[in-house]
């Protein structure tokens, strides 16, 4: 790789570590020749926008896994049928994952939309009182949107809110409204509007739940993610189980040392019950993971962190040779 | 729990419980099943693990506001606010960001090391926060009174904490010694017994994990095997 290239690659990982160690090292406001500069007023913004630099990082992974078990599949290797099965579940939980979360959206806007309606009732009152807009075609456009709306189960709700819109725009068309009645009415037909709201939203929430991408996702998370995921740590607790046969033989003294806090967090954590060797043995467990596991954890922690503040400052300042840059260089 | 057969909950009862045979399976050896199971689990989580975050965050608080969608309409066309320009500088991260794809074509797989060496760089800058912000009140918690005398304790209750507060800071101490390696210790000298000391309750510590690991472990075993008893094996059993 050419040199400039290289340049180039380190001093956006300097700029790329730059801001974050400023926003931490420099105070919140200061002032810089009679200027109040505020650092950290984007932090938001800009952590952010690292999370969607991060998060484009999913689509590589998607396309690494259909190169490398699609490469599998189309020759035909051992095992193909695998990759098969994993692609196929990849594909069909995606879809049903997007299918549900679509539905989800329309369900969430539909409500909204109608959450809306009280804003535009007050927005229209408002700009009335500020003489900004005229509010009968305003009010009319609202009657037509809710006249769209009409089924079976909303009518009652639908009725009342435009005959509620229909008075208010009475009330309207009276020069000089008495403002009290017109407040009144307002409110009256908010009232509606929320109980049409509260219809809205129990409705699309039963037709959400009859949905059948929500149905087969729900079914594929009970059925296969969640038993799946639980049975394949509970089976480490097997090898857990052996590897404490192996450790717990005392052949030393520092295998002693081991293995009796350890029997006694294990005992300490069973449940009291008849066959209970000493009652004092909660106690016990607990008072080891304070003052025993806790400091000597803490110590190998300030040892770590230490280490990896300087592993970051090294990676920050490219002084850290990068893995990825061997590649490159190898391939001339 | 009574199952009726053939619904939806009966169906996935029984393919929850084929699952963790399928699982389990590999107890006896590798084989088949376990391998068709396990490559299930990798597809359904990948899937899982992508679609999560594009819903949660990408789509509700970077691709919807940037498309306008999050504004809703007036009944009269209106619209609630106006659109917010300043939401097209998340074009910014998604163009950087673009460049990953980059690594797929040979000649220009460099500009892809710009974005990853951007993210290094952002990643080690935070760095100094998050160290700090972890291990800062871990120290200020680490300077304890080894001397307790609080009216509102009993005599013997003092006793205990101090003497309990004077081990913590034995254990800390020592630990610490394990790791320090500024100077050449001398053989049987005192810094070398301190860390001595130190890796004999560090054995004490990992001793401390490795119960609290096995009982996390067998705790979700036996979760497992409750569900088979309880409700796999009901769920069977309604076939007959």
């Not at chain 1, 739940?209 to 639980?230: H, M, R, T």
């Not at chain 2, 009216?151 to 610490?176: H, K």
């Amino acid at each position: 790789m050419s040199q400039l290239k290289n340049k180039i690659i380190v001093f956006f990982t300097f700029i790329g570590g730059l801001y974050f160690f400023l926003e931490y090292i420099l105070p919140e406001k200061w002032q810089l020749i009679g200027y109040e500069i505020e650092f950290g007023k984007y932090h938001d913004q800009i952590t952010q926008g690292v999370i969607i630099l991060s998060l484009m990082t999913i689509g590589l992974g998607i396309i690494n896994i259909f190169m490398t078990h699609g490469a599998i599949i189309l020759k035909s290797r051992p095992h193909w049928i695998n990759s098969l099965v994993l692609l196929l579940s990849f594909l069909i939980t995606a879809f049903y994952l997007t299918s549900d979360f679509i539905a989800q959206e329309k369900k969430n806007y539909t409500i909204a939309r109608f959450e809306n309606l009280e804003l535009f009732v007050k927005t229209v009152v408002e700009d009335y009182e500020t003489k900004q807009s005229a509010p009968l075609p305003r009010l009319q456009a609202l009657i037509i949107s809710l006249e769209k709306e009409r089924s079976p189960e909303l009518n009652a709700a639908i009725n009342s809110s435009i005959s509620e819109t229909k008075i208010l725009m009475r009330e309207l068309e009276v020069n000089n409204a008495v403002k009290n009645n017109l407040h009144s009415q307002k409110e009256i037909l908010i009232v509606a509007l929320q109980g049409l709201t509260k219809q809205v939203a129990r409705l699309a929430q039963i037709n959400y739940e009859k949905d059948k991408a929500q149905l087969v996702s729900s079914f594929i998370k009970n059925s296969l993610f969640i038993p799946l995921g639980s049975a394949m740590f509970s089976l480490l607790a097997f090898y857990v189980v052996t590897a404490a046969y192996r450790s717990f033989r005392i052949k030393s003294w520092e295998a002693l040392a081991i293995m009796i806090p350890a029997l006694l967090i294990m005992l300490g954590q069973i449940p009291h019950g008849p066959a209970y060797i000493y009652s004092g043995l909660p106690d016990i467990r607990t008072w080891l993971l304070k003052n025993l596991s806790s400091p000597a954890f803490r110590a190998i922690f300030f040892g770590s962190a230490i280490a990896g503040l300087a592993m970051a400052v090294r990676m920050w300042l490219s002084l850290e040779k990068s893995p990825v840059q061997d590649d490159e260089q190898d391939r001339g | 729990m009574n199952y009726t057969l053939f619904t939806l909950s009966w169906f996935e009862t029984i393919l929850a419980g084929i699952s963790v045979l399928a699982i389990y399976s590999f107890l006896y050896r590798e084989n088949k099943f376990y391998r068709l199971f396990e490559h299930l689990f990798i597809g359904i989580s990948t899937a899982i693990v992508t679609i999560e975050p594009i819903k949660t965050f990408f789509w509700q608080t970077t691709l919807k506001p940037l498309l306008g969608l999050d504004r809703l309409a007036f009944p009269d066309g209106t619209y609630v606010a106006d659109y917010d320009f300043n939401y097209l500088l998340f074009l910014i991260p998604i163009f950087f960001g673009s460049l990953y794809y980059s690594i797929l074509v040979p000649k220009y797989s460099w500009l892809a090391q710009i974005t990853i060496g951007f993210l290094l760089g952002i990643s080690g800058g935070m760095a100094f926060n998050a160290t700090m912000v972890e291990v800062t009140p871990q120290i200020i918690d680490s300077f304890r009174p080894l001397y307790i005398n609080l009216p509102e304790q009993s005599a013997r209750e003092n006793l205990i904490n101090s003497l309990n507060n004077i081990f913590f800071l034995i254990v800390l101490f020592s630990t610490s010694c394990y790791f320090f390696f500024t100077f050449k210790r001398k053989p049987n000298g005192v810094v070398e017994k301190i860390s001595t000391s130190g890796r004999w309750l560090m054995m004490g510590c990992f001793g401390a994990f490795f119960g609290t690991t096995i009982m996390a472990r067998l705790a979700l075993l036996i979760e497992r095997l409750q569900f088979m008893v309880d409700h796999w094996w009901v769920a069977v059993m309604a076939l007959f």
